[in-house]
């Protein structure tokens, strides 16, 4: 039988330690919850790839294109088959034109990085200690003390492609290995305005002639696009929704009071 002494000086079970509370949108705010195996951290999506940006703009500027255009000639008085033809070439001319600026931009971007990584890749190789120096006074310049920012500067000069990387994101503010792609860039301008710009013609092809329905199923789209766009961004639904409808408005509002004047002076 166990006495009270004995009793006393076993160490009692440790308890469980409380973990710290978490917001309940945690998972949410970062995109996905930790990955398998990991007991903490989050994991960022990619910003690389070059599509976001051609994405975004390219269904926004489809929409607020073509709504605009069926606006100024619907303004103007024209039938519905000269909306159509003008909506089919407004949408075909704008995502090539889209295409063509997106691939010839990335590309134009790309062809400059990389004449600036030979650029640094002829200093690290002809003048490796001043580019040690000065790569030792980036470090410096974040809070390193010298000396270690010296050791340091020397010891990532052994390894010639990873002191190339880290001197072009100092000095450019890229990483020349995660450019973006001219092509997916190309690619998303090119079908993302093709689908923004068919949005304001659907009532048309399918037999209505009504502008009103034209432009209440463009500002559904723009109010719609706009907050998912905020959302995946991480801001609010309402404000980019509202944004984007306002601006989509206002395009669709000028264009249809210039047809509506050019209709009146040549009618």
Excluded: C
């Amino acid at each position: 039988m166990t006495s009270a002494e004995d009793q006393k000086g076993t160490t009692p079970p440790a308890k469980p330690q409380a973990q710290p509370a978490r917001h309940p949108d945690a998972r949410r705010r970062v995109g996905v919850g930790p990955r398998p195996g990991e007991a903490h951290g989050h994991y960022h999506r990619d910003v690389s790839g070059g599509w976001l940006r051609p994405a975004v703009f390219g269904a926004m500027d489809g929409l607020v294109t073509n709504v605009s255009l069926i606006s100024g000639v619907g303004g103007g008085g024209a039938n519905h088959h000269t909306i159509v033809l003008t909506g089919l070439a407004g949408l075909a001319a704008g995502a090539f034109s889209m295409a063509t600026g997106e691939y010839v931009s990335v590309s134009s971007q790309n062809e400059l990085v990389a004449a600036e990584v030979t650029k640094e890749r002829y200093e690290l190789e002809h003048n490796p200690e001043s580019e040690a120096r000065e790569l030792a006074a980036v470090f410096r310049r974040r809070g390193v003390d010298a000396e270690l920012a010296e050791r340091v500067a020397r010891q990532v000069a052994k390894r010639p492609e990873e002191a190339l990387s880290m001197h072009v994101r100092e000095e450019l503010g890229v990483d020349h290995h995660e450019l973006p792609s001219p092509y997916v860039a190309a690619g998303a301008s090119l079908v993302t305005f093709a689908v923004g710009a068919l949005i304001p013609l659907l009532p048309y092809l399918v037999g209505f002639s009504s502008l009103v329905g034209a432009l209440v199923l463009a500002a559904i789209a723009a109010f719609i696009g706009g907050g998912t766009v905020a959302r995946i961004t991480d801001r609010p639904f309402l404000r980019g929704a509202v944004r984007q409808l306002l601006l989509a408005g206002v395009a669709a509002g000028l264009t249809y009071a210039i047809g509506i004047a050019v209709g009146a002076a040549i009618g």
